[in-house]
């Protein structure tokens, strides 16, 4: 593997995630086989040039050479840039967080789960309080409390509610082994080369 291009897998993943894109999605709008993005995320194969720009703009990201002096401005830049919206995503998924589990909290009397099952999604949404969330985990999290909400109405639909539960633990299981975002500049590498390999194809 080329130097860099495990760090250059991991923003291209994050970005396809928070756009809340799969990997077949991503294929059909770049013109990327899917197979091949799904080698570049797992840092199995070598980046050729034309695919990180066809990825990159589709991700709403740009491949920009910049003087070496200008890196660290640069990264500052990013990093301010990407902190804020992180830490606007997750108080609003905070407090989505927090009102799912005071409607929960409210109405334990009458939901349809055993005490156990109850103290288990209570835990979850404990945990997951603790990490940095990003909007598809909103969405998660605000498609638990409509489908909640739903069943209050009309006490039916027990399968989809129980399902919302597990979406939720898979949830906190994705983001509690997320990788951590590093701060602080790190060291300029090379990401790529400019011959591009048709081996990798």
């Known amino acids: 593997m ?13 970005a396809r995630e928070k756009k809340s894109l799969s990997q077949r999605d991503l294929s059909a709008v770049s013109g990327v086989p899917q197979s091949h993005i799904s080698k570049i995320e797992k840092g199995a194969v070598d980046l050729r040039l034309s695919s990180l720009v066809e990825l990159a703009r589709t991700l709403d990201l740009e491949v920009t050479l910049v003087p070496r002096s200008a890196v660290p401005a640069v990264q500052s830049i990013v990093r301010s840039t990407a902190q804020a919206s992180d830490g606007k995503q997750t108080r609003l998924a905070l407090k989505d967080l927090h009102r799912l589990e005071q409607t929960i909290t409210r109405n334990s009397s009458v939901l349809p789960l055993t005490p156990k099952e109850l103290a288990e999604v209570q835990q979850q949404l404990r945990l997951l309080s603790h990490f940095p969330l990003s909007e598809p985990d909103r969405k998660t999290i605000q498609s638990a409390y409509k489908t909640l909400q739903t069943h209050l109405s009309d006490h039916k639909n027990l399968n989809a509610l129980r399902q919302a539960f597990a979406h939720l633990k898979d949830l906190r299981n994705r983001v509690a082994h997320r990788p951590s975002t590093v701060s602080g500049p790190q060291p300029v590498r ?5 011959d591009e390999d048709d081996d990798d194809a």
């Open 2 to 14: 080329l130097l860099g291009v495990d760090r250059i897998a991991t923003i291209l993943r994050n």
């Open 190 to 194: 090379p990401a790529y080369t400019l």
